[in-house]
């Protein structure tokens, strides 16, 4: 199975802030909507931010003002910058591609964000 790859978790103090990347290999084409999904431990995954081939935006309300999402559909790539980060952003974050044609999305491995003093 193909996989996305991710890359810019770690460890920042409240307040700071994060850059994630990913990107989708060459061989993934058509690419639709990408998008970022987190889960923290005992819960659910959950939308964090979706950004359409067009450039459309869609933010879960906890994130809105403060994570921004992009992408370069030249270079299959799609980054999340995370400002004003809170302990309750902690969690593994998973980026998502969804490919027109394709039997589901493909997602990254997951790389960890904490947030803590």
């Known amino acids: 199975q193909v996989q996305l790859v991710e890359s810019g978790g770690g460890l920042v103090q409240p307040g700071g802030s994060l850059r994630l990347s990913c990107e989708a290999p060459?061989?993934?084409?058509?690419?639709?909507?990408m998008g970022w999904y987190r889960q923290a431990p005992g819960k659910q995954r959950e939308l964090v931010a979706v950004?359409?081939?067009?450039?459309?935006?869609n933010y879960a309300d906890s994130v809105k003002g403060r994570f921004t999402i992009s992408r370069n559909n030249a270079k299959n790539t799609v980054a999340l910058q995370m400002n004003s980060l809170k302990p309750e952003d902690t969690a593994v974050y998973y980026c998502?591609?969804?490919?027109?044609?394709?039997?589901?999305?493909?997602w990254g491995q997951g790389t960890q964000v904490t947030v803590s003093s």
């Open positions: 060459g061989s993934i084409v058509n690419i639709n909507s």
């Open positions: 950004i359409s081939r067009g450039g459309n935006t």
């Open positions: 998502n591609a969804v490919v027109i044609g394709a039997r589901g999305p493909y």
